[in-house]
């Protein structure tokens, strides 16, 4: 059939205006806080890091002594899951649409890291990211290395409002923990370096490989960490006994919480070039026939740097893709 | 995309780089795509410029909500264009008059720029007086570029009726032409 006719009404977009969008789209990008998924995960890990940052107000007076009296770092050294029931989050969404508010007053950014820059090699990313940048020797099920993107340092200010903390246990009749006033109009510094994500894909798969140094939290001093862990814990549906026994054990300073509903994910420590990594699983079905849908994630810390491998792979592969990192 | 959602919180803003990275790319490539599927949907005007926004700008806000283990993000992408073409057609439900100069590369003789003014103007003429869905299929195929298969899981059509629908209508369209 003749119909190159139809093809008559076809035209490259102006480049002004595609330029006006893309610009437009960008900069709502930088400003838009965490979004809402609908996978509970995504909205857990959210929060998560919201009340991550509020464990991390806390420190024991016995910690080492800092130049700058009255705060301290919090570096991500390794990586804790827990299990939570996801209907909680559900129950936060209604609370509040906007997640990232729920512990917050304000948040004020320091420093944009703008746009993320696109490379067509990790060679020519490290030079931007200012770290060489690591890259899998094996990349299984026939996944091929796409793009490489570049985020620049950042940082961003928060605000912590106790009475909204607070209001939150109310609303989720949380009655074993209480909101130390102390915590109230503290504030709370993020700084993150340049990180550095890679992408590699083969037909419908997809992995993603994400390398940066540690974001560095600075929080004010004074405060109890573990409490303030429990709070967070009994937010996410851990149960008392549970929270109080965890938040008394992990090192709030360098540990970063992975939440994982129990109905859609299972997780296991791990070891990758010989170092303590965690493993996260998502289980389940598909939506087509029924083939069990693969995803899994993969995270460590080396030296001073973290990182990240997720993907639509099963373990093996992308434990061996995670050992091959080089 | 889910997958590695599980691990990167806010306190990891990796996420938001590497995710920003990937959307950045998805723009420029389907942004054509988008554009012309209007073009061919609601006709040549400043319209198809609006809608084209529009299509990414709340495809931007609910970004979180595509999930890649549910189809490609042209789908996904191409379901929210037709949901604002949808939304465009109930609030105006009249013709609007086609605009017939159209930005062509220079070297062209002024006849040959009349006569494609003329050859958009007419095929413009010919869509806007087609049923709603047989130009809905023409502009998943011609203007978005889109495969049969892809329309017939955009639109709930077997892929078979999506391929007869667009013949018979490209063959009645080419004998008015």
């Known amino acids: 059939m003749d119909d190159r006719f139809m093809h008559e009404l076809k035209r490259e977009p102006r480049p002004e205006f ?3 969008l893309g610009q437009r789209l960008a900069s709502g990008d930088a400003a838009e806080p965490v979004a809402r998924r609908r996978f509970p995960l995504r909205s857990a890990l959210a929060l998560a890091a919201g009340l991550a940052v509020v464990a991390g107000l806390t420190f024991s007076p016995a910690m080492r002594v800092s130049a700058q009296a009255f705060l301290d770092l919090f570096r991500v050294r390794q990586f804790t899951a827990v ?8 129950q936060l969404h209604k609370a509040d649409p906007n997640n990232t508010m729920l512990v917050f007053s304000k948040t004020e950014k320091l420093q944009d890291p ?3 820059k696109v490379f067509a090699t990790a060679a020519e990313a490290s030079g931007a990211a200012g770290f060489p940048v690591r890259v899998p020797g094996v990349l299984p099920s026939g996944l091929v290395a ?4 570049v985020g620049a340092a950042g940082a961003e200010r928060m605000t912590v409002d106790a009475k909204k903390l607070q209001s939150l246990l109310d609303a989720l009749d949380i009655r074993d923990v209480t909101v130390p006033g102390s915590i109230d109009g503290k504030s709370v510094t993020i700084r993150t370096t340049p990180i550095v994500f890679q992408q590699f894909h083969s037909g419908n798969k997809h992995a993603h490989l994400v390398q940066a140094r540690s974001p560095e939290v600075e929080v004010p001093g004074g405060l109890e960490l573990n409490r303030l862990g429990a709070i967070g814990l009994r937010i996410l549906g851990v149960s008392a006994a549970d929270a109080r026994r965890l938040s008394n054990s992990i090192d709030w300073r360098s540990t970063m919480i ?6 859609a994910g299972s997780f296991r420590e791990v070891t990758v070039h010989g170092q303590k990594a965690l493993l996260v699983t998502r289980t389940g079905r598909g939506s087509e026939g029924d083939r069990e849908r693969y995803g899994a994630v993969v995270m460590w810390t080396e030296g001073e740097q973290v990182y990240a491998l997720a993907g639509d792979l099963d373990r093996d592969e992308l434990m061996q893709m995670a050992e091959s990192v080089h | 995309m889910e997958t590695h959602e599980l691990a990167l919180p806010r306190l990891m803003p990796w996420n938001a780089a590497a995710t920003a990275a990937d959307w950045e790319a998805l723009y420029v490539a389907q942004l054509p795509h988008v554009y012309n599927f209007f073009r061919y949907r609601v006709g040549v005007g400043p319209e198809a410029e609006d809608l084209t926004a529009v299509t990414f700008e709340k495809a ?3 970004r979180g909500r595509y999930r890649r283990d549910l189809g490609a993000f042209s789908t996904w992408l191409f379901t929210i264009a037709r949901h604002v073409a949808v939304d465009h057609h109930r609030r105006t439900r009249e013709h609007v008059p086609l605009e017939h ?4 590369a220079g070297g062209h003789t002024p006849e040959e720029l009349a ?5 958009v103007s007419r095929l413009a003429t010919l869509l806007a007086g087609l049923p709603e869905r047989e130009r809905e299929l023409l502009a998943l195929k011609y203007g978005a570029g889109l495969t049969n298969r892809a329309i017939a899981r955009l639109t709930g059509l077997g892929e078979s009726n999506v391929g007869t629908i667009l013949h018979r209508t490209v063959q009645a369209l080419r004998a008015d032409w």
């Open chain 1, 18 to 20: 595609a330029r006006e």
């Open chain 1, 83 to 90: 299990s939570f029931d996801g209907s909680r989050l559900e």
């Open chain 1, 114 to 116: 703008g746009p993320p």
């Open chain 1, 146 to 149: 796409d793009t490489v993107a």
């Open chain 1, 258 to 263: 992975v939440p994982v509903p129990v109905d």
């Open chain 2, 60 to 62: 931007w806000r609910a």
């Open chain 2, 101 to 104: 100069a159209a930005e062509l």
């Open chain 2, 115 to 119: 006569e494609h003014r003329s050859d």
